[in-house]
């Protein structure tokens, strides 16, 4: 009975190979030191032994190799053995020589055999852990698909094909997404964690990345390297800004990605919650990118700063507002999208003299509040006074009471202009 479940791991280990493809050689080595670890805590060392195995045909073989020793000399009967046993082996045999002598493992008992399962076990499962990280620290960067398994608070557990266990964190996911146990996500692999040998493999939906892999299996002349990706800018289930590049100037890039009808973006848009999603053509021209990155908004003029990454975007005063964008998404957009810190800035042909630049008022207002101020346009005081409240409040980012103490600042001056 104990032989046959020796082998019987052996035929199980042969199988598990084929399950997880690992190779021959890591077997065969996973397997001798199981066996090697089980000798060792029965002798107190396995260095004598030879362990000989053959999976495929679920044969093992143990030898051990002692040295002939007189009768009266003989201390360890594990390394040692005398000389009157070696001759019962072979007659000619003398002290000093080896002798090498098959023995079975399932003659170390029942309790040797428990043991070398647990180990096995043991080996198993760290090889499956290993396995698991290594295959999926190659995908990063790929979509896979998984189904719902159990949902937490604060992260979503997803069995793949082979069910192997896939996270999507809350913040990975987008703000709308809503699943269901059994439902099928797609994400894109983000990262792959092993603290203490536990692989953990991390999805995002939320991901450039994402919006870059959807747009490659949508747009076939991405996949084929006629059109590149240059950039991508996201505002997970808001917006999204895309610049792409093609080499051929048969090809229109961004009509390619958008498809006849929008048939090519809308499966995405609708992958992402409706995310908007423009595609515009990638320029060297920084000037030209900026303005295409801003539209549907049209620039009088742009004024960069290269050293500090900046742009001063002068445009008409109903432009301003396609400019910032619900929420100063676009702007934001624009930005990431082009590396730029985007000023934007009236375009006024007939500028009041009674009017004040907003930056003459430093010394009562703070800097980065001005800042804020200006990058939804508001340049002057008479501007922001005009502006409503509200929108102030929302589209420049400010505080309640932060945008009230500018507008008292900025009447209290024409106030006293009018009294002088």
Same mark, same amino acid.
């Given at each position: 009975?104990?032989?046959?479940? %020796?082998?019987?791991?052996?035929?199980?280990?042969?199988?598990?190979?084929? /399950?997880?493809?690992?190779?021959?050689? !890591?077997?065969?080595?996973?397997?001798?030191?199981?066996?090697?670890?089980?000798?060792? $805590?029965?002798?107190?060392?396995?260095?004598?032994?030879?362990?000989?195995?053959? +999976?495929?045909?679920?044969?093992?073989?143990?030898?051990?190799?002692? !040295?002939?020793?007189?009768?009266?000399?003989?201390?360890?009967?594990?390394?040692?053995?005398?000389?009157?046993?070696?001759?019962?082996?072979?007659?000619?045999?003398?002290?000093?020589?080896?002798? !090498?002598?098959?023995?079975?493992?399932?003659?170390?008992?029942?309790?040797?055999?428990?043991? /070398?399962?647990?180990?096995?076990?043991?080996?198993?499962?760290?090889?499956?852990?290993?396995? @698991?990280?290594?295959?999926?620290?190659?995908?990063?960067?790929? #979509?896979?698909?998984?189904?719902?398994?159990?949902?937490?608070?604060?992260?979503?557990?997803?069995?793949?094909?082979?069910?192997?266990?896939?996270?999507? &964190?809350?913040?990975?996911?987008?703000?709308?997404?809503?699943?269901?146990?059994?439902?099928?996500?797609?994400?894109?692999?983000?990262?792959?964690?092993?603290?203490?040998?536990? +692989?953990?493999?991390?999805?995002?939906?939320?991901?450039?990345?994402?919006?870059?892999?959807?747009?490659?299996?949508?747009? +076939?002349?991405?996949?084929?390297?006629?059109? !590149?990706?240059?950039? #991508?800018?996201?505002?997970?289930?808001?917006?999204?800004?895309?610049?792409?590049?093609?080499?051929? =100037?048969?090809?229109?890039?961004?009509?390619?990605?958008?498809?006849?009808?929008?048939?090519?973006?809308?499966?995405?848009? *609708?992958?992402?919650?409706?995310?908007?999603?423009?595609?515009?053509?990638?320029? &060297?021209?920084?000037?030209?990118? #900026?303005?295409?990155?801003?539209?549907?908004?049209?620039?009088?003029?742009?004024? @960069?700063?290269?050293?500090?990454?900046?742009?001063?975007? @002068?445009?008409?005063?109903?432009?301003?507002? @396609?400019?910032?964008?619900?929420?100063?998404?676009?702007?934001?957009?624009?930005?990431?999208?082009?590396?730029?810190?985007?000023?934007?800035? *009236?375009?006024?042909?007939?500028?009041?003299?009674?009017?004040?630049?907003? =930056?003459?008022?430093?010394?009562? #207002?703070?800097?980065? %509040?001005?800042?804020?101020?200006? $990058?939804?346009?508001?340049?002057?005081?008479?501007?922001? /006074?005009?502006?409503?409240?509200?929108?102030?409040?929302?589209?420049?980012? /400010?505080?309640?009471?932060?945008?009230?103490?500018?507008?008292?600042?900025?009447?209290?001056?024409?106030?006293?202009?009018?009294?002088?």
């Amino acid at each position: 009975m104990a032989k046959k479940e %020796v082998i019987s791991m052996i035929d199980t280990f042969s199988e598990f190979k084929e /399950l997880k493809n690992i190779d021959r050689m !890591t077997m065969i080595s996973v397997l001798e030191d199981s066996f090697r670890n089980v000798i060792a $805590k029965l002798f107190g060392s396995n260095e004598n032994y030879d362990v000989i195995i053959n +999976p495929d045909k679920g044969d093992l073989e143990i030898w051990r190799n002692r !040295t002939i020793v007189e009768d009266n000399e003989l201390v360890d009967a594990n390394t040692q053995i005398s000389l009157t046993e070696a001759r019962k082996i072979d007659e000619d045999f003398e002290v000093g020589e080896d002798v !090498t002598d098959e023995v079975f493992f399932e003659d170390f008992g029942r309790r040797a055999i428990l043991n /070398l399962r647990q180990t096995l076990t043991s080996k198993i499962l760290e090889l499956q852990k290993e396995g @698991l990280y290594n295959r999926y620290k190659e995908k990063i960067g790929e #979509i896979v698909s998984g189904e719902v398994y159990q949902i937490w608070k604060k992260e979503i557990l997803l069995l793949d094909d082979e069910k192997e266990e896939l996270l999507l &964190p809350k913040t990975e996911q987008i703000s709308s997404d809503f699943f269901r146990k059994g439902e099928h996500v797609r994400a894109v692999i983000d990262r792959v964690e092993n603290k203490n040998n536990n +692989p953990k493999i991390i999805l995002s939906r939320t991901s450039p990345v994402f919006l870059e892999r959807l747009l490659e299996i949508e747009v +076939p002349e991405i996949n084929d390297g006629l059109i !590149t990706i240059r950039n #991508i800018a996201r505002i997970p289930g808001e917006r999204a800004k895309v610049a792409v590049e093609s080499y051929d =100037d048969r090809i229109d890039p961004v009509g390619a990605c958008v498809g006849m009808k929008g048939s090519r973006i809308h499966g995405i848009v *609708r992958e992402l919650r409706n995310e908007n999603i423009d595609i515009i053509n990638y320029t &060297p021209n920084t000037s030209l990118y #900026i303005q295409r990155a801003l539209s549907p908004a049209k620039i009088t003029s742009v004024k @960069l700063n290269e050293e500090e990454k900046r742009a001063e975007v @002068l445009l008409r005063p109903e432009e301003v507002s @396609l400019a910032i964008g619900k929420g100063g998404f676009n702007i934001k957009l624009a930005s990431m999208l082009t590396s730029y810190t985007i000023d934007v800035y *009236r375009d006024i042909d007939d500028f009041d003299e009674e009017d004040i630049y907003l =930056d003459e008022f430093r010394d009562e #207002i703070d800097g980065w %509040v001005i800042d804020q101020l200006k $990058k939804i346009g508001c340049v002057t005081a008479k501007n922001v /006074l005009a502006t409503d409240r509200d929108k102030l409040i929302q589209e420049a980012d /400010l505080e309640e009471d932060t945008v009230d103490e500018v507008l008292n600042i900025l009447r209290a001056e024409f106030d006293d202009e009018s009294k002088a």
